[in-house]
């Protein structure tokens, strides 16, 4: 089977930096992809690693290391608009994404 | 390009009642999914679609059926609905190798619920 583990909520304040961790068990592993949904909103995509190492978007990056199955997506400078949920995903044969729980980020002044 | 669309928006059912929700793409991709996602919870696969006539089973695909008789299109069928199926369901589209990250792309959900 699949899991995703990652943390429910984090809360940060604005200009800062955080990290949403996610370890995942897998099997037929291609990459692990992260995206953003706001409260009513659809999710979009951030951030995806197919090998080892950091990915650099703007102000959000992404690691992964396969062999600890393990990654996290790192925001940098924060921003209000930044307040919604993040989710990891594990991208399998035919595209398939299996998501984590999500991880619900609070921005504060 | 209207992207991934979903009607309708709202629904709400009583307990053995069937509807369809239809999803439309007009990015001409060949990959289309249909997921559930419950209050706080991440998204769960229940059918998805790698090619126009073709459709297989996702995660969650028991009491749900699919059709994809065109390309842009992905039909989700719910034949005896029951209050286990009140959720936001998602539909989205990919295309395979359009880039190294095969981004799927969401429609903007709809809200059913089984009363």
């Known amino acids: 089977g699949q899991s995703l583990e990652q943390p429910s909520e984090v809360t940060a304040v604005e200009g800062a930096i955080v990290q949403i961790n996610c370890t995942y068990q897998?099997?037929?592993?291609?990459?692990l992809s992260w995206y953003q949904q706001h409260d009513g909103g659809a999710p979009t995509f951030l951030s995806y690693n197919a090998l080892d190492g950091l990915e650099e978007t703007g102000r959000f990056s992404s690691f992964l290391s396969r062999s600890d199955s393990y990654g996290y997506l790192l925001l940098q400078e924060l921003q209000m608009k930044d307040s919604a949920s993040y989710f990891c995903a594990v991208r399998r044969a035919g595209n398939m994404l299996t998501f984590g729980g999500g991880t619900r980020l609070m921005v504060k002044p | 390009n209207a992207g991934v669309t979903q009607t309708p928006k709202f629904r709400v059912l009583k307990t053995g009642q069937s509807m369809t929700l239809l999803c439309a793409q007009d990015m001409n991709h060949e990959y289309m999914y249909w997921y559930r996602q419950d209050p706080g919870m991440g998204l769960r696969l229940i059918h998805y679609?790698?090619?126009?006539?073709?459709?297989a089973k996702g995660e969650v695909p028991d009491g749900y059926n699919v059709s994809r008789l065109k390309k842009q299109n992905f039909l989700l069928g719910l034949e005896s609905a029951a209050p286990s199926q009140t959720s936001v369901y998602f539909c989205a589209s990919s295309q395979p190798g359009e880039s190294h990250t095969d981004t799927q792309y969401f429609g903007p959900g709809t809200r059913l619920t089984v009363l």
């Open positions: 679609s790698v090619g126009e006539g073709t459709t």
């Open positions: 897998t099997s037929g592993f291609y990459g």
